[in-house]
């Protein structure tokens, strides 16, 4: 097992037995696997990639174009992406001549082949599909896969001990398979194909260690280069792995990506990878959101060929996942309510609170604000207060008022007929406390809510207190128009973009100094937090800020999908990834996404899909757009993604798509006009920056971090 994050191998280690038969050998970590079908992503897709991006074929191309005979019995219709993604309608496997040593002859069962379905109709998992494209590798370069292969790629990254055919020098560190007759299969490839090919073809007959496949993933990573050395250009990495709908699935030209093959992506690493399996037990997954690589090299088939690799890859794969991607052990961000407390409460002793908070309001143990401070001796809780959603964070309309039923404590709503604290509210109050986890965006309530307080607290000379929390983005990605004057609202307290990179702490800061609000403004700082920390890097457990944010994958692109959901198009809502889609039962969902993928828009894909929204508008309706993957969270530029997207809505829809309300939150009438006459995204976006060159400027004056 070999684990690669960042550009660097963290983990590295073999587990216990090479061999069992004849005798017990110990596994190493230098270990030789046949790889199987890993053989079809490492060698064969990355060399048709190659060849497609030296200009010698185009992947939309027949693949009759450049092997003629393949043509035979309707199959001039496949090309080789359709190959590449398993749905060219070949049949599964092949047979193929014996007993000669002439390419062209040994292949050419491969060519007489039928086929069973239309190309594209399904998914159809085939061996014959990757030995044909290793055919189509030899037509068009002159040299057969493995010469190709080791030229272009083994050499050239450095992969000591990858080979087809090993050889009897390297089999004594190679795992060996099943018995096949009298011989132990070792150094021998197992595929039976690739056995009668001379163990060299498309599909299967790649033997590597983990070392070396570690060093493919991090050029595959690192966008096609390796250690200075480039072998793959970053557009033919992008085209090789970025995800394609298909029957029943995702997949990428060459690899895996959301199938039921993709057992070993594990539970926890997010739509957006690639990743393959091998017979033999093999596997990779690829996380370019993280920058991390799992390699497992298991060897299932020896002694008996009854092993099953399937668990193991799988939780391994789950456990690698929840390190890169969950709460991160060690990680040291305190936020405001344990700094408070770590100071023994100095800044509320003997003072009377009224709390605004909900669910998200807890210290890093998960205990509620509200219980901590109603235990601290020397202060007096009076009220609580909830924003939108309610105390519980369950509600998606206006909460009324009500007593919270394990404290005793009024609770008074500040999302219904009343936005702010009445003067009868704050009875016995001298201190308002904020503790609330925001998302960043302006039009998100939360920021009104904030500003709100801080004019009820300078109006009634009360002080307020924020407990700080981390920006999920990280706070440093200003983004979005700001907003026009006059169209303040409860989803617009200020002219701010709407990605403003603070925390709410540091925009309780500029509100209150740039409005002049004069409020006795205390923020408790975060500890530990660093600019630019994304939420996965701060080992606090993510409590949804409201109903439909359930990860900070979903609050990553809530800031331009949000924009677009007071239309007539679903965003998600009422599914288990609420603005991961984008569609209607009237959309044409191929061609939204085939345009969407054309804007290169980066760190992110668009892919055909189909969902039922269980809730808000169509649910219970099929719904037909696109999902949207995220596959970079540093470059991903959410806004821009939404504004993209309304403007391929009007060119498709100019009348099926009812956008009244798409200027309500953007509050920016120069960005809805550039969407409506298909003004380009970039153009919008270069109409932004003079004003956020001018808010950053403002912004910096209130940083904290």
């Given at each position: 097992?070999?684990?690669?994050?960042?550009?660097?191998t963290?983990?590295?280690?073999?587990y216990?037995?090479?061999?069992?038969?004849?005798?017990?050998?110990?596994?190493?970590?230098?270990?030789?696997?046949?790889?199987?079908?890993?053989?079809?992503?490492?060698?064969?897709?990355?060399?048709?990639?190659?060849?497609?991006?030296?200009?010698?074929?185009?992947?939309?191309?027949?693949v009759a174009?450049?092997?003629?005979?393949?043509?035979?019995?309707?199959?001039?219709?496949?090309?080789v992406?359709?190959?590449?993604?398993?749905?060219?309608?070949?049949?599964a496997?092949?047979?193929?001549a014996?007993?000669?040593?002439d390419?062209?002859?040994?292949?050419?069962?491969v060519?007489?082949?039928?086929?069973?379905?239309?190309?594209?109709?399904k998914?159809?998992?085939?061996?014959?599909?990757?030995?044909?494209?290793?055919?189509?590798v030899?037509?068009?370069?002159?040299?057969?896969?493995?010469?190709?292969?080791?030229?272009?790629f083994?050499?050239?990254?450095?992969?000591?001990?990858?080979?087809?055919?090993?050889?009897?020098?390297?089999?004594?560190?190679?795992?060996?398979?099943?018995?096949?007759?009298?011989?132990?299969?070792?150094?021998?490839?197992?595929?039976?194909?690739?056995?009668?090919?001379?163990?060299?073809a498309?599909?299967?007959?790649?033997?590597?260690?983990?070392?070396?496949?570690?060093r493919?993933?991090?050029?595959?990573?690192?966008?096609?280069?390796?250690?200075g050395?480039?072998?793959?250009?970053?557009?033919?990495v992008?085209?090789?792995t970025?995800?394609?709908?298909?029957?029943?699935?995702?997949?990428s030209?060459?690899?895996?990506?959301?199938t039921?093959?993709?057992?070993?992506?594990?539970?926890?690493?997010?739509?957006?990878?690639v990743?393959?399996?091998?017979f033999?037990?093999?596997s990779?997954?690829?996380?370019?959101?993280?920058?991390?690589?799992?390699?497992?090299?298991?060897?299932?088939?020896?002694p008996?060929?009854?092993?099953?690799?399937?668990?193991?890859?799988a939780?391994?794969?789950?456990?690698?996942?929840?390190?890169v991607?969950?709460?991160?052990?060690?990680?040291?961000?305190l936020?405001?309510?344990?700094?408070?407390?770590?100071?023994?409460?100095?800044?509320?002793?003997?003072?009377?609170?009224?709390?605004?908070?909900?669910?998200t309001?807890?210290?890093?143990?998960?205990?509620?604000?509200?219980?901590?401070?109603?235990?601290?001796?020397?202060?007096?809780?009076?009220?609580l207060?909830?924003?939108?959603?309610?105390?519980?964070?369950?509600?998606?309309?206006?909460?009324a008022?009500?007593?919270?039923?394990?404290?005793?404590?009024?609770?008074?709503?500040?999302?219904?007929?009343?936005k702010?604290?009445?003067?009868?509210?704050l009875?016995?109050?001298?201190?308002?406390?904020?503790?609330?986890?925001?998302?960043?965006?302006?039009?998100?309530?939360?920021?009104?809510?904030?500003?709100h307080?801080?004019?009820?607290?300078?109006?009634n000379?009360?002080?307020?207190?924020?407990?700080?929390r981390?920006?999920?983005?990280?706070?440093?990605?200003?983004?979005?128009?700001?907003?026009?004057?006059?169209?303040?609202?409860f989803?617009?307290?200020?002219?701010?973009?709407?990605?403003?990179?603070m925390?709410?702490?540091?925009?309780?800061?500029l509100?209150?100094?740039?409005?002049?609000?004069?409020?006795?403004?205390?923020?408790?700082?975060?500890?530990g937090?660093?600019?630019?920390?994304?939420?996965?890097?701060?080992?606090?457990?993510?409590?949804?800020?409201?109903?439909?944010?359930?990860?900070?994958?979903?609050?990553r692109?809530?800031?331009g999908?949000?924009?677009?959901e007071?239309?007539?198009?679903?965003?998600?809502?009422?599914?288990?990834?609420?603005?991961?889609?984008?569609?209607?039962?009237?959309?044409?969902?191929?061609?939204?996404?085939?345009?969407?993928?054309?804007?290169?828009?980066?760190g992110?894909?668009f892919?055909?899909?189909?969902?039922?929204?269980?809730?808000s508008?169509?649910?219970?309706?099929?719904?037909?757009?696109?999902?949207?993957?995220?596959?970079?969270?540093?470059?991903?530029?959410?806004?821009?993604?939404?504004?993209?997207?309304?403007?391929?809505?009007?060119?498709?829809?100019?009348?099926?798509?009812?956008?009244?309300?798409?200027?309500?939150?953007?509050?920016?009438?120069?960005?809805?006009?550039?969407?409506?006459?298909?003004e380009?995204?970039?153009s919008?976006?270069?109409?932004?920056?003079?004003g956020?060159?001018q808010?950053?400027q403002?912004r910096?004056?209130h940083?904290?971090?």
């Amino acid at each position: 097992m070999v684990v690669v994050h960042r550009d660097k191998t963290v983990f590295r280690k073999a587990y216990g037995l090479r061999a069992e038969v004849p005798g017990h050998e110990p596994m190493t970590a230098d270990t030789l696997f046949d790889l199987a079908s890993l053989t079809k992503p490492v060698a064969t897709a990355a060399s048709i990639h190659l060849l497609a991006e030296r200009g010698k074929l185009k992947l939309t191309d027949p693949v009759a174009k450049y092997w003629p005979e393949f043509a035979d019995k309707g199959k001039q219709g496949i090309t080789v992406e359709h190959l590449l993604l398993h749905v060219s309608g070949l049949p599964a496997s092949t047979p193929l001549a014996y007993n000669t040593s002439d390419p062209a002859l040994l292949v050419a069962p491969v060519a007489a082949l039928n086929i069973t379905d239309p190309p594209g109709r399904k998914l159809r998992y085939s061996d014959a599909g990757y030995i044909a494209l290793a055919e189509v590798v030899r037509r068009v370069s002159g040299e057969r896969l493995d010469a190709f292969f080791r030229a272009s790629f083994v050499e050239p990254l450095g992969m000591k001990d990858t080979w087809f055919n090993p050889g009897r020098e390297l089999a004594v560190r190679t795992a060996p398979t099943e018995r096949r007759g009298d011989l132990m299969l070792r150094g021998q490839v197992h595929d039976y194909l690739a056995s009668r090919m001379g163990g060299v073809a498309g599909n299967a007959g790649l033997f590597s260690t983990a070392d070396d496949l570690a060093r493919f993933c991090r050029m595959i990573l690192a966008h096609g280069e390796l250690d200075g050395r480039r072998v793959l250009s970053p557009d033919s990495v992008r085209e090789m792995t970025r995800p394609r709908a298909v029957p029943g699935g995702m997949r990428s030209l060459g690899w895996d990506v959301d199938t039921g093959y993709s057992g070993n992506r594990g539970r926890l690493f997010p739509l957006g990878g690639v990743g393959h399996t091998g017979f033999t037990g093999t596997s990779i997954w690829i996380d370019p959101s993280s920058e991390t690589a799992v390699i497992i090299l298991a060897s299932r088939l020896h002694p008996n060929g009854k092993g099953d690799a399937k668990r193991v890859r799988a939780e391994v794969a789950t456990i690698v996942g929840a390190a890169v991607h969950g709460p991160q052990p060690g990680a040291a961000t305190l936020p405001g309510i344990d700094v408070l407390e770590k100071n023994g409460f100095q800044e509320l002793k003997g003072r009377r609170v009224g709390l605004v908070t909900n669910p998200t309001g807890v210290d890093k143990k998960g205990v509620p604000t509200i219980d901590v401070l109603k235990a601290v001796p020397d202060l007096t809780m009076v009220a609580l207060f909830s924003p939108e959603h309610g105390l519980r964070g369950e509600a998606d309309a206006p909460v009324a008022d009500r007593v919270d039923s394990r404290t005793g404590l009024p609770v008074y709503s500040l999302y219904g007929p009343r936005k702010k604290p009445a003067p009868s509210q704050l009875a016995g109050i001298d201190t308002l406390v904020y503790d609330v986890q925001d998302v960043g965006v302006r039009f998100f309530t939360y920021a009104t809510t904030l500003g709100h307080l801080l004019e009820t607290a300078a109006e009634n000379k009360l002080r307020i207190v924020v407990l700080d929390r981390p920006d999920p983005s990280g706070g440093t990605q200003v983004e979005g128009p700001l907003s026009d004057a006059g169209s303040e609202s409860f989803t617009c307290f200020h002219s701010i973009p709407i990605r403003y990179g603070m925390t709410p702490g540091e925009l309780a800061t500029l509100l209150n100094v740039e409005r002049k609000i004069g409020a006795e403004l205390q923020v408790v700082r975060l500890e530990g937090w660093r600019r630019g920390d994304r939420f996965e890097d701060t080992g606090l457990k993510w409590v949804r800020p409201s109903p439909n944010l359930p990860s900070p994958a979903a609050a990553r692109l809530y800031p331009g999908i949000a924009l677009i959901e007071a239309t007539n198009v679903s965003v998600g809502r009422g599914t288990d990834h609420p603005f991961e889609y984008v569609g209607a039962p009237w959309v044409d969902g191929w061609k939204l996404a085939a345009l969407l993928e054309e804007a290169k828009l980066p760190g992110v894909h668009f892919v055909p899909a189909q969902f039922v929204p269980q809730a808000s508008l169509y649910g219970g309706h099929a719904c037909l757009g696109v999902r949207i993957v995220v596959v970079d969270p540093e470059t991903v530029q959410p806004v821009s993604v939404g504004v993209e997207i309304a403007r391929q809505l009007v060119r498709m829809y100019p009348t099926d798509w009812n956008r009244e309300l798409l200027g309500g939150l953007l509050a920016n009438a120069a960005t809805v006009r550039g969407i409506e006459s298909g003004e380009p995204t970039a153009s919008i976006v270069a109409q932004w920056q003079p004003g956020l060159e001018q808010f950053r400027q403002v912004r910096a004056r209130h940083l904290l971090y």
